[in-house]
C-alpha cells in the first residue's frame, strides 16, 4: 500500500502555531503534530514541540473500523478529527474505543 498522509490541522494566533497531520504508511496510522509558540515582536519560532501517535497494524484497523472507514480512507478521519482539538479528540476517541497507541513528544 502506498503511503498517505493529510492535513488534520494548521492554525495560527498571535502567539502560538498548531500542526497536526495523519500518514498510513504500511498499514500503520501515525499523527505526527507541532506546537510552536512565536514571539510576537520579531514573528519567529520561540519554541516548539513535536509529537507522535503511533497505532500498530491490529489498532490501524480498529481504529477505521470504528469510524466507519474503509481502506485507511484519511478524509473520513479528517471529517472526524480535524482543528484546533484533533488531538484531544483523538485521544478521547482512542480511549473510548480501546484502541491502543504509543505516545512521545519531543520538546
Same mark, same amino acid.
Given at each position: 500500500?502506498?503511503?498517505?498522509?493529510?492535513?488534520?490541522?494548521?492554525?495560527?494566533?498571535?502567539?502560538?502555531? #498548531?500542526?497536526?497531520?495523519?500518514?498510513?504508511?504500511?498499514?500503520?496510522?501515525?499523527?505526527?503534530?507541532? #506546537?510552536?509558540?512565536?514571539?510576537?515582536?520579531?514573528?519567529?519560532?520561540?519554541?516548539?514541540?513535536?509529537?507522535?501517535?503511533?497505532?500498530?497494524?491490529?489498532?490501524?484497523?480498529?481504529?477505521?473500523?470504528?469510524?466507519?472507514?474503509?481502506?485507511?480512507?484519511?478524509?473520513?478521519?479528517?471529517?472526524?478529527?480535524?482543528?484546533?482539538?484533533?488531538?484531544?479528540?483523538?485521544?478521547?476517541?482512542?480511549?473510548?474505543?480501546?484502541?491502543?497507541?504509543? #505516545?512521545?513528544?519531543?520538546?
Amino acid at each position: 500500500m502506498k503511503s498517505q498522509r493529510i492535513n488534520l490541522c494548521d492554525m495560527s494566533n498571535d502567539t502560538n502555531h #498548531f500542526e497536526l497531520e495523519a500518514e498510513v504508511s504500511g498499514n500503520r496510522l501515525t499523527l505526527i503534530g507541532e #506546537f510552536t509558540h512565536l514571539n510576537n515582536a520579531l514573528i519567529k519560532k520561540t519554541g516548539s514541540s513535536e509529537y507522535y501517535y503511533f497505532l500498530d497494524e491490529e489498532n490501524t484497523d480498529k481504529f477505521f473500523h470504528s469510524i466507519h472507514a474503509k481502506n485507511f480512507d484519511l478524509e473520513a478521519m479528517k471529517e472526524k478529527f480535524n482543528g484546533l482539538y484533533a488531538s484531544s479528540d483523538f485521544r478521547e476517541f482512542c480511549t473510548a474505543n480501546q484502541i491502543k497507541y504509543a #505516545f512521545y513528544n519531543i520538546a
